[in-house]
């Protein structure tokens, strides 16, 4: 298993990659829908494949509730469970620490969680994270990482780096170990996760201590919690200038189309995010001209799709007004109808984006992406 690139833009650092597991090979850049407990709201996986998406990914924390993992690993694991047939994510739990209904706390050792569903007290620790990785046999697993918010202090901060990098070796070390019995093309890759809030100090630390341990690739975590995309990318650019050339990158929690693009433009190869399923479900649609928020009163009586300039079957056979109508009634089909879109359009403008590379017109291709999306 490996990552190769097969492709460099001339006048940025944006790049064509195969990233190679245990179940096949994907072409990167790519966007992740995220199917939480196995399934993207309101989708199958054969609609999640029809629009072309490579690879989705699940909660791992998420699915281990109500023997999920346990049932998911009766049948040989999630890509079989929910018969996708591209590759499968898997996040370690870590952005849970946001939700005060679920987080309690945290110590070197792991996390105190609180299940949602019958309020047990449950103990997260890297071992068993991976453990629980390993029964839902994703083909990419995440390090248990400690997740700050934006509005904490630079020490609480710092305190996040110095754990997530604690996890990270213990994380490798078990992985390593339930893993080795395998032959190398059929063992699940792991991802070391960058933390340290907007601080390039602290970024560079997690950094240094993420190297030691020779990731299969590293995600850059922490992000879409109240940064400026200024904020953002000054980081972005910054930790991937520290990460290793040959290794993918992937920039967690991103999703929507202009810091897309603009991740792209820095080397990254991998994208998730909730905020685009979300988002198409309370109105707010991605075009080839910006954001529309479709429930607003003007579409009232539209009868033009979406975009006009996009092939998805929503476009193709449903208006404005149908869509808004359905939404603004909080109509499951309408829901399911936006989100279809919202995904099928991230997953042609990064197909589009790939074709630019290859032109080496990509450059021009994010500025007037930037116009549109400013």
């Known amino acids: 298993m490996a990552f190769e690139i097969i492709h460099k833009d001339k006048k940025t650092n944006a790049r064509i990659g195969i990233l190679e597991t245990k179940k096949g090979k994907a072409e990167t850049p790519f966007f992740m829908p995220v199917a939480t407990r196995g399934v993207t709201k309101g989708l199958t996986s054969e609609e999640i494949t029809e629009m072309g998406a490579q690879a989705v990914i699940s909660n791992a924390f998420i699915s281990y509730l109500r023997e999920g993992s346990k049932i998911i690993k009766k049948f040989g694991g999630i890509g079989n469970f929910m018969n996708f047939k591209g590759i499968n ?112 100090d602290l970024r560079e630390k997690s950094v240094a201590e993420l190297l030691k341990l020779d990731f ?12 400026t995309i200024e904020e953002e990318f000054k980081i972005v650019k910054r930790v991937k200038e520290l990460l290793p050339e040959n290794k993918p990158i992937y920039l967690m929690g991103i999703g929507t189309p202009l810091e897309i693009l603009k991740g792209i433009s820095m080397g990254v190869d991998i994208f998730d995010s909730r905020m685009p399923t979300q ?12 954001k529309l928020k479709v ?80």
């Not at 590293?218 to 940064?227: A, R």
């Not at 988002?279 to 080839?288: Q, V």
């Not at 006009?308 to 359905?326: E, L, P």
């Open 89 to 200: 994510f898997t996040d370690c739990g870590g952005f849970q620490m946001y939700s005060k209904q679920i987080y309690i706390n945290s110590n070197d050792n792991g996390i105190f969680f609180r299940n949602p569903i019958n309020g047990e007290k449950l103990f997260i620790t890297p071992e068993k994270d991976m453990e629980i990785q390993a029964d839902i046999n994703s083909d990419v697993a995440m390090c248990l990482d400690s997740m700050p918010m934006y509005e904490h202090s630079k020490k609480e901060i710092g305190d996040a780096v110095e754990k997530t990098s604690m996890w990270a070796k213990k994380c490798k070390v078990h992985h390593d170990k339930i893993w080795k019995k395998f032959p190398k093309n059929k063992r699940q890759l792991l991802f070391g996760i960058n933390q340290g809030g907007i601080y390039e």
């Open 216 to 227: 299969d690739g590293y995600s850059i975590g922490g992000f879409g919690m109240g940064e």
């Open 295 to 374: 429930t607003n009163e003007k579409y009232k009586y539209d009868k033009k799709p979406i975009d006009k300039k996009c092939s998805c079957f929503v476009c193709k056979n449903y208006s404005r007004a149908f869509i808004r109508y359905q939404l603004i009634n909080d109509e499951p089909t309408g829901k399911k109808l936006a989100t279809y879109h919202n995904l099928y359009f991230l997953t042609k403008l990064i197909e589009e984006a790939k074709r630019k590379i290859k032109e080496g017109k990509f450059d021009k291709f994010l500025k007037q992406a930037e116009k549109k999306y400013k």
């Open 279 to 290: 988002n198409a479900r309370h109105g707010t649609l991605f075009t080839s001209q910006g």
